[in-house]
């Protein structure tokens, strides 16, 4: 047998992987669930903002191009698109478990 490969070393080495990483402060990384949501929503709004704002100055008559508007309307619809395809899988994964019996 080669030392170190034996069953004992092997079995560290997969203790060491399966270990707890060590609490840290919150990164962008290690942000809830929640707090990603809440983000998306946030910026979800803030496309939809922009897109009306940008529509309104096109309507007044001012300096801004079709493709301007057209690209800021078609980020906050797929960003609301998302949002709310999210939103149906979440609700579904909750009816999901409500059927579970226990």
Do not use: C, W
Not at 16 to 27: G, M
């Amino acid at each position: 047998m080669i030392y170190g490969s034996g069953p004992i070393q092997r079995m560290s080495r997969v203790d060491s992987v399966l270990s707890p990483a060590p609490q840290t402060t919150r990164t962008e990384s290690s942000k809830s669930f929640a707090d990603h949501l809440k983000e998306a929503v946030k910026r979800t709004s803030e496309l939809q903002l922009a897109a009306d704002q940008t529509a309104a100055a096109f309507a007044r008559g001012e300096d801004v191009d079709i493709h301007t508007v057209m690209i800021a309307a078609e980020k906050a619809s797929i960003a609301f698109n998302y949002l709310v395809s999210v939103r149906n899988r979440l609700l579904e994964s909750y009816q999901e478990i409500m059927r579970m019996q226990v």
